[in-house]
């Protein structure tokens, strides 16, 4: 238990850019809205591998560009659902807000983008669904 454990009971351990706003209300934390970096590391999994109890957030993040010329956006564990919808939502699907809940409103724009590329409609975003997707906009970058 460290010293901030001990003297703030209830603690969870995060980063400075894991608390930025999600300024153009997309439901991801992009890099340009980042308040402040977290330098050196990422705190939520050193925490962990400390014993810490963590915010629940996650950092393991990978830039994804949707279309050449455009900022990319940053795909997480916490925020893939979010990031689906933002891209049902691009191909004019209507969900609601973007808010990484899948739910029935996600699951109609789902089954109708399945119809529409002549999928199986099922309403849930499977791989093959998924892959669909984000072939619409995803550009392949050269590593």
Avoid at 78 to 89: F, M, P
Wanted: charged share 25%; proline share 6%.
């Amino acid at each position: 238990m460290s010293f901030f454990d001990k003297r703030y009971p209830g603690i969870r351990w995060c980063g400075h850019r894991d608390l930025s706003p999600d300024r153009n209300g997309n439901g991801i934390i992009e890099p340009f809205e980042h308040l402040k970096a977290c330098p050196v590391f990422d705190v939520i999994p050193w925490a962990e591998s400390k014993g810490f109890a963590v915010a629940d957030i996650r950092g393991t993040w990978k830039p994804v560009v949707l279309e050449a010329g455009t900022a990319p956006v940053l795909e997480g564990p916490d925020t893939r659902d979010a990031y689906l919808q933002r891209l049902l939502t691009r191909a004019g699907f209507v969900l609601g807000p973007i808010d990484g809940i899948i739910g029935e409103k996600t699951k109609a724009a789902t089954r109708a983008f399945q119809s529409s590329v002549g999928l199986k409609q099922t309403g849930t975003l499977d791989a093959t669904t998924v892959a669909r997707l984000r072939g619409l906009f995803e550009v392949n970058q050269a590593a």
